[in-house]
């Protein structure tokens, strides 16, 4: 069964300094794999996805994800953190397997960002 | 504009009154979800839907009904809330084979007292 670990359920970093959020995941098989924000009181936004193409991915917010099937990761940085980054952040993964597991998307436990003055 | 329209946005309700989240989508998908969202859990998936009249089980479908009687159109059931299904809940769908775009409704607050 596939499964995604984020590590840290809480991060805090100060504006300017370096966002690093982890997350691990298990697979047998190539996954596909989807970064999701979710600002207080609204629903989810895709900030970026893993689809088997570049293994460095970019997404919307200057965020950005290596891939790194070695080490079953796909951490979410940025370089620079700003207070508008303050949100829970949902590690995702998908296999195209067939059958029931087609278009499942399981998630991680979530990460939430504290952005300090 | 694409989108997955929820309804409502938040809802109380009382143990045991059966109640119905609507979930509509206008972009001829044929793959649709229901997931729940819990602080500490993420989102987990309780049903979901490959195409009309096809429907299974997700993670935790117990407690939970859902129909799709047309493409468009994916309701969750609660036939008799209990406080444990007090959650968040969102509705999602996804294009073809190969198209890797989800697309989330805003999400439904239910409370049960």
């Known amino acids: 069964a596939q499964s995604v670990t984020q590590l840290g359920s809480h991060v805090s970093v100060s504006e300017g300094a370096l966002v690093l959020l982890r997350c691990n995941y298990s697979?047998?098989?190539?996954?596909?794999l989807f970064w999701y924000v979710q600002y207080p009181n609204q629903g989810l936004q895709l900030l970026l996805k893993y689809t088997s193409a570049a293994t460095l991915v970019k997404g919307i917010n200057g965020f950005e994800a290596e891939f790194k099937k070695s080490e079953t990761s796909f951490h979410l940085t940025k370089p620079s953190a700003h207070m508008s980054d303050a949100a829970e952040y949902f590690c995702a993964v998908r296999y195209d397997a067939g059958g029931t597991s087609y278009g499942k998307l399981t998630f991680g436990q979530g990460t939430i960002l504290t952005v300090h003055p | 504009e694409a989108q997955v329209t929820q309804n409502p946005r938040y809802l109380i309700t009382v143990t045991g009154k059966k109640l119905t989240v609507t979930c509509s989508q206008n972009?001829?998908?044929?793959?649709m979800s229901w997931y729940r969202q819990d602080p500490g859990l993420g989102l987990r998936q309780i049903y979901y839907?490959?195409?009309?009249?096809?429907?299974d089980k997700g993670d935790v479908p117990e407690g939970y009904k859902v129909s799709r009687k047309e493409k468009r159109n994916f309701p969750l059931i609660l036939e008799s809330p209990s406080p444990n299904q007090t959650s968040l809940y969102f509705c999602?769908?996804?294009?073809?084979?190969?198209?890797?775009?989800?697309?989330f409704g805003s999400g439904t607050r239910l409370t049960v007292v």
């Open positions: 697979s047998s098989v190539p996954p596909y």
């Open positions: 999602a769908s996804k294009g073809p084979l190969g198209n890797y775009g989800y697309t």
């Open positions: 972009m001829n998908h044929e793959y």
């Open positions: 839907s490959m195409n009309v009249e096809v429907t």
